[in-house]
């Protein structure tokens, strides 16, 4: 089977969690390739941001295209949360896709989403929950985080993830990277979004 790990990343951490989801794709067996949204910040917006830097590490990946989408059986992607909500590179790749969801060219392709927050309340799960609807509205059949990933059960440390998709905490400042038990949350839901496109292709 064939996954599509598609993200948008500002300053690293979905990439981060992007990589680990395409990890857990691949030790399932699938064939996986990794996409980015194209950005629509300017270098002069995004180096008073300070990400200009951080997004050197990501600029090799190439940026996806409709056919990635229709090439794959499985699609998982990479939101972070803006306010709540996904960031407008997204939404401005997802509102592209209209000609595909006139030919139903999604329907039936598994479809997941992991995301990132600045804080422990900043939105994850709004944000997993907000693009779910598109998904739905595209005929893809959703997968989230299942609590067989006991991790996300953990008390003793702060660490995202829920049923609805893995997610990670970066600070206010964008300071913290993944941790390793968020990691392993993308991790698991590339290897369950792999099999169960495969059950489904």
Known sequence: MKILV????????MYAMATAAAEGAKAAGAEVQIRRVPELLG??????????EAQKAFS???????????????????????????????????DSTGPLWVKGSLVGKVG??????????????????????????HGMVLVGLPYTFQEQMKIDTMNGGSPYGASTITGADGSRMPSEVELAGARFQGDHVARIAGKLA
């Open 112 to 137: 997941s989403v992991i995301t990132s927050t600045g804080s422990q309340h900043g939105g994850a799960e709004s944000t997993i929950l907000s693009t779910h609807i598109t998904l739905l509205h």
């Open 43 to 52: 270098e002069d917006i995004l180096g008073a941001m300070g990400a200009l």
């Open 60 to 94: 090799h990946i190439q940026e996806v295209t409709h056919q990635d989408l229709t090439e794959a059986d499985g699609i998982i992607f990479g939101v972070p949360t803006r306010f709540g909500n996904m960031p407008g590179q997204m939404r401005m790749f997802l």
């Open 6 to 13: 598609v993200f948008y990343s500002t300053y690293g951490h």
